[in-house]
Nanobody, 129 residues
Framework: QLQLVESGGGLVQPGGSLRLSCAAS????????IAWFRQAPGKEREGVSC????????NYKDSIKGRFTISRDNAKNTVYLQMNSLKPEDTAVYYC??????????????????????WGQGTPVTVSS
């Protein structure tokens, strides 16, 4: 069964940190572009960050630049999202997604949902004092 499983979410105070993990089973992530999305209550899903399959190229939503870092460990078949200096507006369910195959030569990624056809179930993040 092809599956993505997110973990690492939880409740954290403003200014705190969390590291989200996205682990794949049934397929290998190494030729996939991977992205993190989030959806806050009452809001549309938005792209947060992505990482290409080759070269480690990344993109970030403007509001999280400098606070979040995406990385991948192909040996562990896992992608991470390190989130620092968290703010209440970061509260959302966070989803990871994979392109399923190599995307546009492998050196690019985008935070729009179109290229991604494998999705996890999400992990909730709540930033509150």
């Amino acid at each position: 069964q092809l599956q993505l499983v997110e973990s690492g979410g939880g409740l954290v105070q403003p200014g705190g940190s969390l590291r989200l993990s996205c682990a794949a089973s049934g397929f290998t992530l190494d030729n996939n572009a991977i992205a993190w999305f989030r959806q806050a209550p009452g809001k549309e899903r938005e792209g947060v960050s992505c990482i290409s399959s080759k070269g480690g190229n990344t993109n970030y939503k403007d509001s999280i630049k400098g606070r979040f870092t995406i990385s991948r460990d192909n040996a562990k078949n896992t992608v991470y999202l390190q989130m620092n200096s968290l703010k209440p507006e970061d509260t959302a369910v966070y989803y990871c997604a994979a392109t399923g195959t190599q995307y546009l030569g492998g050196y690019v990624c985008f935070t729009s949902p179109t290229p991604y056809n494998r999705w996890g179930q999400g992990t909730p993040v709540t930033v509150s004092s």
